[in-house]
């Protein structure tokens, strides 16, 4: 029986930290006593929150309307090499074809890439992993440098060695796991440890070594009885991905709302992460999961672009095609005795908020944050070590730039998905995308038709929403199966 979980009560228990500040006075910020990654598994989506002491800190939405390739393993069969771009087209079957650049053929020590002619020809048959859907005029993305992941450790069938994650910090784990690693039979593979390989025993990670690499080598297997292209492997789905990059014991728990989602996680832990199984639990409270935890109500303001402080001052948010501009505004902050000391806090509260907002919309490339003006050497010193230990605790790879004379601080931070507000918001106006809407509606049946039971359901909609549903006849049975109810949908006006 599965652990379940209500909400849990807060209050004033926090306690105080042993700060981490290059400037450890001026943080003043409380120990996490709870950090959990939500999975609402919904009709057509699933969606994921990491809540951190009562804050929403991330969410990710995966869609099942917009599928990637990302990650699927094909053998695939060269059609074209182009020397002027130093790369090979790769068909990969189904109408897809793949750009396959020189530079990520399979690393060879202490070699360079030779030239694209004498390595390649039309017509070989090759393996390559998908790094990067297709987007407008480019075709997917791809590499010979196949990597195959667990949250503790990576393997990469094509390279050999044992090899220790940067974020690994202590010495005298890094030389224990690289000794260990070199003690590992990897059958001519290769294998990075991650840095959740720091906290596991090393008999867990060599049990989920073994079995990685037996998977991949019955997969290399059942290619011999197929012909090129077909695909090899799929990438991982959701809930996959989520396992695979949350699960991880920076997280106390990973609470799902569905039985049957958190069945198939503890299956994947058991042959991946076992040490991930106490971390699963399921929700079983009257409201649903995001509700509980304020989920609902933060995705909703994702489509504010001013966000108050408590202060009353308050900082904005605008997208541009080149860049994403930050604002710090005084706002209705009352004026005190000292000014100079009062810009400084809400400077770092700001600092605080925005890399909190950059996180939950998935903000990446460059960023600029315009802080209220402050004089002094020593106010710019310690706003930029409050400005560092944020960039320590992102799991995002940022740099910055030195506060400049007029207050401008540059961030530029690696993009790891696709930014919330594009899946959200449409991008003509600023309201929800059509396929937002009708999966909120989705959601919003299936709790009314919990009431009704086996009864009909009738539902008056946009036509526009109306109209996705329609050319989605998958989500309207998967609610009908779901619910046990019917869903009979009617336009709000005629179209025109």
Partial sequence: MPPVLSRALTGPTAMWSACRCLKPRICCREMAMSSDILINSAIGETRLAHVEDDSVREIRLFR???????GAIFYGKIIRLSPEFQAAFVDLGQDVTG????TLLPKRPGKKPKDLTTLLHEGQKIIVQVTADAAEDKSVKLTCRLELHSSAVILHPFREGAFVSSRIKDPNRREELKQFGATLDLKGMGLTFRTEAADLANEELEKTARHMIRHWIRTVENRERKKAPYLMAQGPDALQQILRDYGSRRYDRLIFDRPACLKAAQDWAANFAPDLLPHLHLHDAPSPLFETY???????????????????????IEQTEALVVVDVNMGTARET????KQ??????AAA????????LRGISGLIVIDFINMSGKADVTNLLAVVDNLILEDPQQVQRSNLSAFG???LARKASHQPLARQLIASNRPQATVDTQALALLRQ???DAAARPGLPLKVTTSPAVMDWLETHPALLDQFTRQSGSKLQLTSSRQKA
């Fill in 99 to 102: 750009f396959l650049p020189l």
């Fill in 445 to 447: 049946a299936l709790r």
């Fill in 294 to 316: 304020g989920v609902e109500e933060e995705i909703d303001q994702m489509f504010d672009t001013r966000i108050p402080l408590r202060s009353g001052a308050w900082i904005t």
């Fill in 343 to 348: 810009r400084l806090k809400i400077n770092f």
């Fill in 408 to 410: 401008l601080l540059e």
């Fill in 337 to 340: 005795n000292d000014p100079m």
């Fill in 352 to 359: 605080r908020e925005v890399f909190r907002q950059i996180r």
């Fill in 64 to 70: 099942n309307h917009n599928p990637t390739l990302v």
